[in-house]
């Protein structure tokens, strides 16, 4: 595929950032398994699945559903996503403002909003649910700096009657910051909150498509990534024991019997800063949860994060309690670039 895009850049002239593979798009990839998910277990309608600032096509060509449109301001780029994918989608040049009378089952709009200040974001949105039938919503949400803005989607959407459903893991984006995956869903349309559990239909890291024997999640290369985010905080002296207790986490649970998992408790082992530290897995997180309160939770499966915290929604009550190792560890690094932690590894500001 990336020879073609090449040629094809070559002829028509679209921006050579498009030439990067959907392999390396982590954060693409996400929203395509999840979409997949959905439409095969019936909780995605018929309306149509719509992407704005589609690009060559990339998220939109892979998702299996018969109503696919593909919107760009670019229509050098919309040349070359009709030409890549022949028997695929609708593409049209045109952005929010072209989108009008149309029953959205889903709207994606990712990894162009950054750039574009807040309230003009608000209105594009207004004006799209004001002019269609509009069920779900997918953002992504970066941090700025060094992206120009990072959007308050929440505030912002439960304005517009929408409600977050789901929150990804953080992906790794621009100068090593986070890039997270927000899904909304129209108030009075609400499906169940409830999702079924979907580890076994990922378990082999495959996603769904119809390239799906090409496409697949890099697991050793995150897990390199945590592990060498985690010996740099030891090199620093950090311990991640007190950094939790600066923040008023004493009880916390690790998800995944695993290497990681054990690491983890030994690092943060009860009884001493941390009053109580306990390990579950999908064997006994339900025995767990009805005898256990934690702060938090940190999933150290994390090539299958957003599977399993779907599945612990239910059971913890709200989104915030869940983290995942990698993005724990990355918010640890973070603290320290930006002068929170001090030599000795104490806190000096909050979250």
């Known amino acids: 595929m990336k020879n073609k895009k090449e040629i094809l850049q070559k002829l028509i002239g679209f921006d050579k950032w498009h ?8 954060y693409a990839l996400s929203i395509i398994n999840r979409v997949n998910y959905l439409i095969r277990k019936g909780k995605i309608g018929d309306g149509y699945i719509v992407e704005c600032g589609c690009g060559l096509g990339d998220i939109i060509s892979e998702i299996r559903h018969k109503n696919r449109l593909g919107y760009d301001i670019d229509s050098k780029t919309i040349t070359g996503a009709r030409i890549l994918h022949l028997f695929g989608p609708r593409f049209k040049t045109g952005t929010f403002e072209n989108i009008r009378n149309k029953h959205i089952s889903l709207m994606i709009a990712v990894n162009f909003l950054h750039g574009i200040a807040p309230d003009e974001v608000y209105q ?9 039938i509009v069920e779900r919503i997918v953002v992504d949400l970066v941090e700025s700096p060094p992206y120009e803005y990072s959007h308050d989607y929440v505030s ?13 893991k953080g ?8 890039r997270r995956i927000i899904w909304l869903h129209k108030n009075s349309d609400r499906e169940s909150s409830k999702v079924e559990d979907v580890t076994t239909d990922v378990a082999s890291g ?3 498509g119809k390239n799906e024997d090409k496409i697949r999640i890099s697991k050793l290369d995150e897990f390199n990534d945590c592990l060498l985010s985690w010996i740099r905080i030891k090199q620093d002296g950090i311990r991640i024991d007190e950094y939790l207790a600066s923040y008023g986490i004493y009880k916390v649970l690790v998800y995944g019997k ?15 800063v941390i009053q109580e530290t306990l390990i579950a897995d999908s064997n006994d997180i339900d025995d767990c949860m009805r005898n256990f309160c934690p702060d938090l939770i940190i999933v150290t499966a994390i090539s299958f994060y957003e599977e399993i915290e779907e599945c612990l929604r239910d059971k ?12 724990f560890v990355h918010r640890v690094e973070s603290d320290k670039r930006s002068g929170c932690i001090d030599i000795y590894g104490q806190i000096t500001e909050r979250w």
């Open 124 to 132: 594009m949105f207004s004006q799209l649910v004001m002019k269609n």
């Open 258 to 272: 695993n290497e990681l998992g054990k690491l983890l408790v030994a690092e943060i082992p009860s009884g001493g």
């Open 156 to 168: 912002m959407f439960a304005d517009l009657g929408y409600s977050p459903e789901y929150m990804s």
């Open 171 to 178: 992906y790794i984006a621009w100068e090593n910051t986070r």
């Open 316 to 327: 913890i009550g709200y989104l915030g309690k869940v983290i995942c190792l990698d993005d």
């Open 206 to 208: 495959y996603l769904y």
């Open 19 to 26: 030439l990067n593979c959907i392999e390396e798009k982590k």
